[in-house]
């Protein structure tokens, strides 16, 4: 049973990150699910309740959000989000060694790079809608998800590292 809750794991992992490239918000729950399953299976360092507890109160915060409508991007601008959660993986990798912290500021400073990024195309000065409102409703699922992937990652590591 544990090695089907770790492939579990992974698998759910690797869908959140590249749902975070289509469907932020679905990201963040399968990211979720994935960190607990990897922890159910063993095969990683315990991990404290209250940052469990942490973690799910932000998935519920950005489902949330997604069901009030917070986080459409407009038509037209889909490609914004390719450069959103594209920066929040490469600000997580940068991150991944200096912990949790180092993860999520490191993710949230990638994602709003990526966003200013995507302002500098030509899609991106022809846009009409704000910046900041494109880079909030993909940046803070992708931030979200990137972090929960990096800590599994780091979950992982410390148990068999």
Not at 5 to 18: E, F, H, P, W
Not at 111 to 114: E, K, N
Not at 118 to 123: G, K, V
Not at 125 to 133: G, H
């Given at each position: 049973?544990?090695?089907?809750?770790?492939?579990?794991?992974?698998?759910?992992?690797?869908?959140?990150?590249?749902?975070?490239?289509?469907?932020?918000?679905a990201a963040a729950v399968t990211?979720?699910?994935?960190?607990?399953?990897?922890?159910?299976?063993?095969?990683?360092?315990?991990?404290?309740?209250?940052?469990l507890l942490f973690w799910a109160i932000a998935v519920i915060i950005i489902c949330g959000i997604s069901?009030?409508?917070g986080d459409r991007i407009p038509n037209g601008y889909p490609v914004a989000r390719y450069y959103v959660a594209g920066g929040a993986l490469v600000g997580m990798i940068a991150g991944l060694t200096?912990?949790?912290?180092?993860m999520i500021i490191g993710s949230s400073i990638g994602?709003?790079?990526?966003g200013l990024a995507?302002?500098?195309?030509?899609?991106g000065?022809?846009?009409?809608?704000?910046?900041?409102?494109i880079i909030l409703s993909t940046g803070l699922p992708a931030v979200v998800t990137m972090t929960l992937t990096g800590?599994?990652?780091?979950?992982?590591?410390?148990?068999?590292?």
């Open positions: 049973m544990a090695t089907f809750l770790l492939i579990v794991s992974v698998l759910l992992l690797s869908v959140g990150m590249v749902e975070s490239f289509r469907h932020p918000s990211a979720y699910a994935g960190l607990v399953a990897l922890l159910y299976s063993g095969y990683s360092a315990p991990l404290d309740q209250r940052t069901m009030a409508g200096l912990g949790q912290s180092g994602a709003i790079l990526g995507w302002n500098r195309t030509p899609s000065r022809t846009s009409t809608e704000k910046i900041w409102t800590k599994a990652l780091i979950q992982l590591m410390i148990r068999n590292g």
